[in-house]
């Protein structure tokens, strides 16, 4: 029988690598060039580097979301005979999550007001983009992101829980899963609390990813169960 499922798991898990590779990256930037605290300040940065605004402005972060679709897919079909009910409602939150971060994220918008501001002649030209600007920065961690936080963390503890009753994954994975999740409940955006908690959840999450990985890639490459050999009908011939 064909391993049809083989592909998808290997993507999960290259998807889950490349999570764990953007991640360290998202960080680094942030550390080398913190965020402008004024829409000035963001218009310059996005004229004197795009791609460095670009990044400043979690573009890291949306094409994690997309990975964290790709490989809860995988896990959806990897779990489905645990609870398939429930995996398709963390596909289904995960996708959501991916939708609002997508909603949310103004970095290419900025990029074009910057080029606004950068060209205006006049007050009136460059207040318009100030204004606009001021708009997008209030929406890039307004509900939308929120909202999109919190469903991902759901997502998590979802998939986790359903691992606890499933032999696919091992318990630690979906113990370490459930802690990551809890911690993943509290956006970012919520102030002191939320940027501790957002650094707290990367212990658990590179620890869950890493699990993860190590898993799809095996079904990945699982040997498809050899068929058994059909009986080659025996011909009776009549005693003499």
Do not use: K
């Amino acid at each position: 029988m064909e391993n049809r499922w083989g592909t998808l798991y290997r993507l999960g898990a290259a998807a889950a690598i490349g999570v764990l590779v953007l991640v360290p990256l998202q960080m680094l930037v942030f550390v080398t060039t913190p965020p402008p605290d004024t829409v000035t300040g963001w218009f310059a940065l996005f004229q004197r580097n795009a791609l460095l605004g670009l990044l400043d402005m979690d573009l890291l972060l949306i094409v994690d979301q997309v990975l964290i679709a790709v490989m809860f897919l995988a896990l959806c079909v990897a779990l489905r005979r645990a609870n398939p009910s429930w995996m398709a409602i963390a596909l289904l939150l995960a996708v959501a999550a991916l939708a609002a971060y997508l909603a949310s994220n103004p970095a290419f918008e900025m990029l074009a007001l910057s080029h606004q501001y950068a060209v205006a002649t006049t007050d009136a030209g460059r207040t318009v983009a100030l204004a606009a600007g001021q708009a997008m920065v209030a929406q890039w961690t307004g509900s939308a992101f929120s909202v999109g936080y919190v469903l991902g963390g759901l997502a998590f503890l979802i998939a986790a829980a359903v691992m606890l009753r499933s032999h696919v994954f091992g318990r630690v994975t979906a113990w370490v899963g459930l802690v990551f999740g809890v911690a993943s409940l509290v956006p970012a955006s919520a102030g002191t609390v939320g940027l501790v908690f957002s650094l707290v959840s990367l212990v658990p999450m590179w620890i869950w990813l890493i699990l993860i990985v190590r898993r799809l890639l095996r079904l990945g490459h699982q040997e498809p169960p050899m068929r058994a050999p059909r009986r080659q009908p025996q011909l009776i011939t009549p005693e003499l």
